[in-house]
């Protein structure tokens, strides 16, 4: 980022050329936010699913909750994706 304190070239190139590279930087910045926007819409999509299969299991098979070591395992995998 640029000191503010700088005054503003009195060139109209070198305003355009500015200006450009502010918007450059701005587009970078966008397009990364919407990256990461997708990425956590993609991980929420994904948990959903992994919640419904879980569901799905534990109706299957409810002895699979009582055994110890499986209770564990499946409560490890709902805290993972909660």
């Keep these: 980022m640029s000191d503010l304190t700088e005054p503003f070239p009195d060139d109209?190139?070198?305003l355009h050329a500015l200006l450009r590279g502010a918007l450059?930087?701005?587009d970078v910045a966008?397009?990364?936010r919407?990256?990461?926007?997708?990425?956590?819409?993609r991980a929420l999509?994904?948990?959903e699913l992994f919640r419904h299969l879980l569901h799905?299991?534990?109706r299957a098979h409810p002895r699979l909750c009582v055994r110890p070591a499986l209770a564990g395992g499946l409560?490890?995998?709902e805290l993972a994706i909660a």
């Design 30 to 32: 966008i397009a990364e």
């Design 75 to 77: 409560y490890k995998v």
């Design 34 to 41: 919407d990256a990461a926007v997708l990425e956590r819409d």
């Design 56 to 58: 799905q299991l534990r």
């Design 45 to 47: 999509e994904q948990n």
């Design 24 to 26: 450059s930087k701005l």
């Design 12 to 14: 109209v190139e070198a």
